[in-house]
């Protein structure tokens, strides 16, 4: 009997999860239309390209193939560079540095065929503790940060997809209001409104 009882909280649980939305932490709902990706990189087996194409698979993505017929009927994801800064962000009492701030901004294009191309870029901010007593540990960590960035980068991308989807889905809406609108003549002022009898 006690075992039922757990068993139907637990059945319970789940099915409250599962229908308020709710989401394993770095997944996203990406739109049908963008299911299917061809993904283009300078650095195709680059640490960025790897860890964007394993954050897609994770979000149930196909990545395709980049062939003609492909680019035709696919959307792509171009990916851009990553470029990495840092500024100091404190020092210690002799002048020397003692943490830094690092930056990494990620840009990328999506191809829509037919529809247009679409910008999206990101930026992930950590700090960055510079010990000199550990040169080694130092380096070890910092390697261990700028992959931890990388990941959430990807992440953000990813999530950067809703945001394609809307702009298009805005592109659609706004398209025949201006198409309507161009096909319509210009208006010539009447000689009342010019002041010209």
């Known amino acids: 009997m006690r075992h039922l009882i757990i068993r139907l909280f637990v059945l319970l649980a789940v099915t409250l999860i599962a ?14 239309e963008l299911k299917t990706l ?22 149930n993505v196909t990545i395709v193939e980049d062939t003609k017929q492909n680019r035709t009927d696919i959307p792509t994801l171009r990916l851009g560079a990553e470029v990495q800064g840092r500024d100091t962000a404190s020092v210690f009492i002799s ?10 901004n990620v840009s990328a294009q999506v191809l829509l065929p037919g529809k247009g191309i679409y910008p999206i870029s990101t930026a992930v901010y950590r700090s960055f503790f510079d010990n000199p007593n550990a040169a080694l540990a130092k380096d070890a960590e ?17 999530r950067k ?8 889905m805005n592109s659609k809406e706004t398209l025949p209001a201006t198409a ?15 002041g010209l009898q």
Request: hydrophobic share 35%; aromatic share 4%; with cysteine.
């Open 19 to 32: 229908g308020c939305g709710f989401h394993p932490r770095g997944t996203t709902q990406v739109p049908s």
């Open 38 to 59: 061809i993904v283009n990189s300078s650095d195709p087996y680059g640490p960025l390209a790897r860890t964007v194409r394993q954050q897609l698979r994770l979000n």
């Open 95 to 104: 002048g020397t540095t003692a943490e830094y701030s690092l930056v990494m």
């Open 142 to 158: 910092q390697d261990m940060i700028v992959q931890e960035m990388r990941q959430r980068a990807a992440e953000q991308l990813v």
């Open 161 to 168: 997809l809703l945001s394609v989807h809307a702009a298009q």
């Open 180 to 194: 309507s609108d161009a096909a319509l003549p210009a208006e010539r002022p009447s000689s009342s409104t010019t």
